[in-house]
T-cell receptor
Framework: RKEVEQDPGPFNVPEGATVAFNCTYS??????FFWYRQDCRKEPKLLMS???SGNEDGRFTAQLNRASQYISLLIRDSKLSDSATYLC????????????FGAGTRLAVHP | NAGVTQTPKFQVLKTGQSMTLQCAQD?????MYWYRQDPGMGLRLIYY???????DKGEVPNGYNVSRLNKREFSLRLESAAPSQTSVYFC????????????FGPGTRLTVT
């Protein structure tokens, strides 16, 4: 079983739609959680951290459920520029070398 | 501000050939990393360096060696390339206190035939 699992998609949505991605992780000792964004044939970039209380950054909302070992990312009012692959990332703890990347969920926003 | 740079961008090797992937960062970061990314899999850590002069193995180090030449530069060497090493290789760096925020280079697409 992969340590971080994501639905690979693709999620095809029209502009303006709301879309949600989920991610599960297997290590209950994981300490911190993040979403990275990766455009096609580009490098990953940090999108946002995920806090237990949930957090928003503009149209993006991230949620963490430690009991279910589940992380989500909600994108409201989707834009064409949101088309990318979204990587769920878990820090297992024990040092900076312990980021575990999911394989990513691909989002395609169409006009 | 260039951030993290990698060379080359593309490379084709024959089985058994060797090559070195170069990485440099200009953000004065202490930590540097090498990852590989394969279809359907997440980024996997090959080697990392917490500071100049130190290197440690990650999840998939076999077949690779690294050198932290100075604070700016971290190179990855394939001594005898194999088709299983066909992948996209990313170098990344981070500060000591925010190591979860890693800054990635543009990647090197390597094909081994």
């Amino acid at each position: 079983r992969k340590e971080v699992e994501q639905d690979p998609g693709p999620f095809n949505v029209p502009e303006g739609a709301t879309v949600a991605f989920n991610c599960t992780y297997s290590n209950s000792a994981s300490q911190s959680f993040f979403w990275y964004r990766q455009d096609c044939r580009k490098e990953p970039k940090l999108l946002m951290s995920v806090y237990s209380s949930g957090n928003e950054d503009g149209r993006f909302t991230a949620q963490l459920n430690r009991a279910s070992q589940y992380i989500s990312l909600l994108i409201r009012d989707s834009k064409l520029s949101d088309s990318a692959t979204y990587l769920c990332v878990v820090n297992k703890g024990g040092g900076y070398n312990k980021l575990i990347f999911g394989a990513g969920t691909r989002l395609a926003v169409h006009p | 501000n260039a951030g993290v740079t990698q060379t080359p961008k593309f490379q084709v090797l024959k089985t058994g050939q060797s090559m070195t992937l170069q990485c440099a960062q200009d953000m004065n970061h202490n930590s540097m990393y090498w990852y590989r990314q394969d279809p359907g899999m997440g980024l996997r850590l090959i080697y990392y360096s917490a500071s100049e002069g130190t290197t440690d193995k990650g999840e998939v180090p076999n077949g690779y060696n690294v050198s932290r030449l100075n604070k700016r530069e971290f190179s990855l060497r394939l001594e005898s390339a194999a088709p299983s090493q066909t992948s996209v290789y990313f170098c990344a760096s981070s500060t000591g206190d925010r190591d979860y925020e890693q800054y990635f280079g543009p990647g090197t697409r390597l094909t081994v035939t």
